[in-house]
């Protein structure tokens, strides 16, 4: 029961257990191997997590923390590359790369406790840990004013683990949606949200599960995810990022293009 408990401590309490492995997300099938791991008791492993906490709420960092802790208890080394403080401030060493990315990179700036790390002016995380960084927050709407540009309303029918709900989205303004793992964020927006927006804009039945969608003013929905780019050898930054067309006219424009009949 002890795997049991450790799927539970990092959020996925959700999963059932014939669940097959291919549909797990990498955040989950890490975490899921993090908890296998802990059950085999190994000693003098060098275990290495790769951004353990991306897409975590807040509660489950605590369990992946306690996962991590475990690990170390039991005689084994743990290295992770993360981001979020709470997972640095519970290092017991740190190693900063940096002072910025690319070429201009590439170089320990700062290394040792979280205390030492924290009062390094070489340090560009320093601040994080100091809890010293003043945030720039945008002013905030009035509560009373937040529908003023419109809003979309869906309701639905119980979807997976989302029950029947009703939602309502302000329209041009910043929406969060938030919960633990396994609380119906993906249901409620991937499986529900997007596809239910693009069936009405192409004059299509909406999705099964929803049963009404106002979204007066929204003539599109485009989905930005972490889905890996394809698999084409000829795929690059510029290709994938839309902007080839716009660098081959302006090598077009060039004098060496020009003299050597070179067109875009």
């Known amino acids: 029961m002890d795997v049991a408990r450790r799927l539970l401590d990092l959020g996925l309490g959700y999963l059932a257990l014939?669940?097959?492995g291919a549909t797990l997300s990498t955040g989950e099938r890490q975490r899921v191997q993090l908890a296998r791991a802990v059950r085999n008791r190994t000693?003098?492993?060098?275990?290495?997590?790769?951004?353990?906490?991306?897409?975590?709420?807040?509660?489950?960092?605590?369990?992946?923390?306690?996962v991590m802790r475990d690990l170390v208890a039991d005689g084994n080394s743990v290295v992770v590359v993360d981001h979020d403080v709470r997972v640095l401030k519970a290092a017991g060493h740190l190693i900063e790369m940096g002072p910025v990315?690319?070429?201009?990179?590439?170089?320990?700036?700062?290394?040792?406790?979280?205390?030492e790390v924290a009062a390094n002016p070489s340090s560009r995380i320093a601040p994080f840990l100091a809890d010293n960084v003043s945030a720039r927050i945008r002013e905030r709407v009035?509560?009373?004013?937040?529908?003023?540009?419109g809003h979309i309303r869906m309701t639905t029918s119980q979807l997976?683990?989302?029950?029947?709900?009703d939602v309502d989205?302000?329209?041009?303004?910043?929406?969060?949606?938030?919960g633990v793992s396994g609380s119906g964020k993906t249901t409620m927006v991937l499986e529900s949200l997007i596809p239910a927006l693009k069936a009405q804009a192409a004059g299509e039945q909406?999705?099964?599960?929803?049963?009404?969608?106002?979204?007066e003013g929204i003539h599109r929905a485009n989905?930005?995810?972490?889905?890996?780019?394809?698999?084409?050898?000829?795929?690059?930054?510029?290709t994938y990022a839309d902007i080839h067309d716009e660098l081959r006219r302006a090598f077009a424009r060039c004098y060496a293009a020009k003299t050597g009949g070179w067109k875009a």
């Open 160 to 165: 997976h683990t989302v029950k029947s709900l």
């Open 43 to 66: 000693t003098g492993v060098l275990y290495v997590l790769d951004e353990p906490s991306i897409g975590l709420h807040p509660s489950n960092v605590d369990g992946l923390l306690g």
């Open 206 to 215: 909406l999705p099964e599960h929803v049963r009404e969608l106002e979204a």
């Open 18 to 20: 014939d669940r097959a």
């Open 101 to 115: 990315a690319g070429a201009e990179g590439g170089h320990v700036i700062a290394q040792g406790t979280v205390d």
């Open 169 to 178: 989205i302000p329209c041009g303004r910043l929406v969060a949606v938030t």
């Open 142 to 149: 009035a509560e009373p004013q937040v529908f003023d540009l």
């Open 223 to 238: 989905l930005i995810d972490a889905t890996p780019i394809g698999a084409n050898v000829r795929s690059t930054v510029a």
